[in-house]
C-alpha cells in the first residue's frame, strides 16, 4: 500500500496475534492478522486488509478507534467480530425493527455464545 501520510509505525502483512492493551497511534496496520484486541487503542489508524479473527467475544471487549471515513474501511472482521458488533448494537433502544433484524443476521451457534458471554448485561 502507498501513502503519503508519514505513518509512526508500519505493520504490514504481519501476524500480530494479541494487540491486546496495544495504543497505536498514526499507524498503517496493512493486511495483517489480530487475534485479540481488548482494550487496545488504534488513534488516526489505518486498518485496511486487517483481519480481526477472535474465538471469543471478550477478545473484542474495550477497543477504543478513532472513527472517520476510513476507519472501517477493507477491514476484514471475522464472521464472529461481525456478529458480536451486531449483538451489541441490537442492545441499544428503540429502531425494534431493525434491531430485530441485526439479531437475526446473527449464526445461531454465535447468538447462543454472546447470550453467555453478555448474560451480565441483562434483559
Known amino acids: 500500500m ?16 494479541s494487540v491486546r492493551g496495544r495504543r497505536f497511534e498514526n499507524a498503517l496496520i496493512s493486511e495483517c492478522r489480530v487475534t485479540d ?5 488504534f488513534i488516526n489508524c489505518d486498518l485496511r486488509g486487517t483481519r480481526v479473527d477472535i474465538d471469543n467475544p471478550a477478545r473484542l ?21 461481525l456478529d458480536t458488533w ?9 429502531n425494534d425493527d431493525k434491531r430485530a433484524g441485526m439479531l437475526g443476521l446473527i449464526d445461531p451457534l454465535h447468538r447462543i455464545q454472546l447470550e453467555r ?4 448485561l441483562g434483559r
Open 2 to 17: 502507498t501513502s503519503l501520510r508519514d505513518w509512526k509505525e508500519i505493520h504490514q502483512n504481519e501476524d500480530l496475534g
Open 37 to 41: 484486541v481488548a482494550k487496545a487503542r
Open 61 to 81: 471487549l474495550g477497543v477504543t478507534m478513532t472513527l472517520d471515513c476510513y476507519s472501517l474501511d477493507g477491514l476484514r472482521p471475522s464472521e464472529l467480530v
Open 86 to 94: 451486531l449483538f451489541l448494537l441490537s442492545r441499544t433502544d428503540g
Open 117 to 120: 458471554a453478555f448474560e451480565f
